[in-house]
């Protein structure tokens, strides 16, 4: 199972960027939730973002309200940041869930960085 992420880059603050994972190796069935976590320097790896396969979602405090994540399949998936902030620097991985052991699969991540 491998899943990229792209989308990362340099963006001043107030900007927007939409991030982007793809999973493969996988049988759609058998793939669950997608999640986007970041981890700042020095900082512990944290969730932003999650997406049920019904569409069901759930934010972080720190991005509700000026975040949202979808997909359009269950192999394809985004999180769009808005009025990005210097905190929200960080390298963004995307995870899935495989249905069949619950065994949790990363991608490589992507940098997004927030001047201001």
């Known amino acids: 199972v491998q899943l990229q992420a792209s989308g990362g880059g340099l963006v001043q603050a107030g900007g927007t960027l939409r991030l982007s994972c793809r999973i493969s190796?996988?049988?759609?069935?058998?793939?669950?939730?997608m999640s986007w976590f970041r981890q700042a320097p020095g900082k512990q790896r944290e969730l932003v973002a999650s997406?049920?396969?019904?569409?069901?979602t759930e934010y972080a405090d720190s991005v509700k309200g000026r975040s949202t994540i979808s997909r359009d399949s269950a192999k394809i998936g985004y999180l769009q940041i808005r009025d990005l902030k210097p905190e929200d620097t960080a390298i963004y991985y995307c995870?899935?869930?495989?249905?069949?052991?619950?065994?949790?699969?990363w991608g490589q991540g992507t940098q997004v960085t927030v001047s201001s």
């Open positions: 190796g996988i049988i759609t069935s058998n793939i669950g939730i």
């Open positions: 995870q899935t869930l495989r249905l069949s052991d619950s065994r949790d699969y």
């Open positions: 997406i049920t396969r019904s569409g069901g």
